[in-house]
């Protein structure tokens, strides 16, 4: 999604803000702007496409050299993505820029009234309602602060903003509302960034502000205030990611890296809360809420596409091993829908970056009816983090592939702990727990193994790129793989692909099989093989194309499918993390075979902080 970068200090900012801005490329974006502040005056360069493509007319309209400017990279919400309605936005006098992350829900309104008041719009964006309205009430002899904190009080919707002024050019006015926005801390210099990508070259130092805060920030200082002037205090905290984790360390994409990066992911997502000794596991974020957490009448899981997913295995692994009743909800529905939801229910919301904008709303909707709000979160000091009233980080690290990959396996990874957790705590005896942790200890090895089979998948995927539809078939907690597995190939590869409850098939989509279509079978040897296997009876006598995803010793599978992949046994509920690795790379080298961008696909934004 949107992408935001500003520097004031003592240094050129613009090499800064283009090395900023191709950061947060992997975020999705379709257009890009700069601007910065020289003799009194703004300037601008704004342009259609990748941020490649704004440096080369950066090439040929130079702009001034300047210690104060900012960039954007903008996802379209209104408006197509061209040249002018790429950001940053400017006023009727070009004496004010803004960049803005968000949608502003009352712009029509705003709109009209500025017009009547004789201001000329440009663009079809929602944002430029923003630079009018702060030059209207700069009109007034308000300063810049105070014409962004007055603005904002007629604003409805959400906003990660930025504005600068050649009236006041030696500093920025920042504010956010329902969109991440953090400073960076320097030595005679400041950033702001919508995301911590951009600048971690530069600083880590940072301060994340708050919903509803408003900040001056120039080269040496920062003041930050409520929109109605409560001056709040900010503590700076430390990113505790370094840029070797934001670079592709000789793969080719970031998802090849961060699929290969999972032994070491999920390893990370048990240190130091893992006991396999003991059979337990501590964590940390949720000691204070234990107590809700096991007398919970039931919990509720939230989260948008993988992250979704995430949850649906928690459900399995909640219910089966922990026995608390268990649901799962798409936060854009729930959201909406009135839910009933009282103190007894525990809410667990998983995000990848914790700033998913249907997610985070659903935290509030949670937590205004009272329930207990945890986190389940990869990105340190998020939005969904810091809302919470607990939780646990993944720790992941930065992931920078659109798809989601090495999130998913610590989200499903931290599910499983919480599930060991709980389960302790209402009575699973040493020895089971026993059993459960060296389970869980040994799947970063199995995942290596998994790993190993990447050459047999990579010809696989020659085999089939030619093909324009795939079914993925799984039952119980292999289900939420299998819709795993076809969202991954949607989003890179643009292969329509559908996922479904194995035993569902009969009930419609069996009417797809014939010989082109190739079905991907989750077929584990746990409680339900033989089911499953039935399953793939049925579309073997369709002549359907069968790839299964099958244990090292099924020697029955073989005899079915087409082609087979193996994984390493596990106990049952922990094979998603392991099932889920094939079809991560199955989708990789698909997109390669296709020749798509893989790390950027079409449409798609990493972090979805709009409605
Ligand atoms: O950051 P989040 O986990 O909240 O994001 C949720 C979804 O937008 C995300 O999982 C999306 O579906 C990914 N592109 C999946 O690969």
């Known amino acids: ?51 490649s493509e704004l440096e080369a ?41 803004v960049i803005h992350n968000g949608i502003i829900e009352n712009f029509q309104t705003l709109k009209t009234k500025l017009q009547k008041d004789g201001h000329v719009f440009k663009s079809a964006t929602d944002t430029e309602v923003l630079s009018h309205l702060i030059e209207e009430i700069m009109k007034n002899g308000n300063d810049l602060f105070t014409a962004v904190r007055l603005a904002l009080k007629e604003v409805q919707g959400a906003y990660g903003l930025v504005v600068m002024s050649s009236k006041e050019p030696e500093k920025f006015v920042v504010a956010k509302l329902g969109s991440p926005l953090i400073l960076g801390i320097g030595d005679g210099e400041n950033m ?60 080719d994409h970031f998802m090849l890296k961060e699929i290969h990066e999972q032994p070491e992911t999920i390893r990370n997502a048990m240190r130091g809360r893992l006991q396999v000794e003991q059979g337990g596991v501590r964590l940390g974020g949720l000691e204070h809420v234990q107590a809700k957490l096991v007398n919970a009448r039931r919990i509720i899981i939230i989260g948008c596409g993988t992250s979704w997913h995430a949850g649906l295995v928690g459900e399995y692994m909640l219910e089966q091993i922990a026995k608390i009743p268990t649901e799962v ?74 798809a989601s990959t090495k999130a998913f396996t610590s989200q499903l990874t931290v599910l499983a702990l919480i599930t060991l957790m709980i389960a302790r705590a209402k009575g699973m005896s040493e ?17 290596r193994k998994v790993l190993g089979n990447a050459d047999q998948i990579q010809r696989l995927a020659d085999e089939f790129k030619g093909s324009n539809n795939f079914l993925y ?37 069996i009417a797809l099989i014939d010989k082109n279509m190739p079905v991907v079978f989750v077929v584990p040897k746990d409680a339900i093989y033989e089911k499953v296997l039935s399953n793939v009876q049925e579309v073997r006598a369709r002549k359907g194309r069968i790839i299964a995803i099958a244990n090292e010793d099924d020697h029955e599978i073989e005899k079915l499918a087409e082609f087979v992949i193996r994984v390493p046994r596990t106990y049952g509920f922990f094979g998603p993390i392991l099932n889920v690795v094939p079809l991560q790379l199955l989708s990789y080298y698909m997109a390669i075979a296709r020749g798509t961008n893989v790390d950027q696909p079409r449409n798609l934004a990493k972090s979805v902080t709009v409605e």
């Open 1 to 51: 999604m949107c992408g935001i970068v500003g520097y004031v200090g003592k240094r050129e900012c613009l090499p800064i803000i283009l090395e900023g801005l191709k950061r947060l490329e992997y975020r999705g974006y379709d257009s890009a702007g700069v601007a910065v502040a020289q003799s009194g005056k703004l300037f601008f360069q704004k342009k259609a496409g990748k941020v």
């Open 57 to 97: 007319a950066l090439v040929l309209n130079r702009l001034p050299a300047s210690t104060i400017g900012m960039g954007h990279s903008r996802w379209a919400t209104h408006g197509e993505p061209n040249d002018t309605n790429a950001h940053p936005h400017s006023d009727c006098s070009g004496t004010i820029a």
């Open 192 to 251: 702001v960034a919508s995301d911590a990508a951009a600048i971690i070259a530069h600083t880590r130092q940072v301060v994340y502000l708050n919903d509803g805060e408003v900040a001056e920030v120039s080269a040496d200082a920062f003041k930050t205030t409520t929109l109605d002037q409560v001056e709040v205090t900010k503590e700076i905290k430390k990113i505790d990611f370094d840029l070797s984790q934001i670079e592709r360390a000789g793969f």
């Open 329 to 402: 909800e798409y936060a854009s529905e729930f959201r909406y829908r009135n839910p009933v939801v009282t103190s007894e229910d525990v809410v667990l919301l998983m995000s990848q970056s914790g700033e998913t904008a249907d997610t985070l709303a659903a935290l509030k909707e949670a937590k205004a009816k009272g329930a207990t709000v945890l986190g389940v979160v990869n990105v340190v000091g998020s939005t969904i983090a810091r809302e919470s009233m607990g939780g646990v980080y993944v720790h992941a690290g930065p992931e920078i592939g659109v």
């Open 431 to 447: 020895t089971d727990g026993k059993i459960l942790a060296k389970e869980l200890d040994a799947l970063p090895d199995k995942v």
């Open 473 to 509: 078939l799984g039952r119980g907690a292999n289900f939420p793989v299998a819709l795993e597995g076809a969202l991954k190939l949607k989003e890179i590869s643009y292969i329509h692909a559908e996922g479904y409850p194995a035993a569902e098939m009969k009930h419609g989509p």
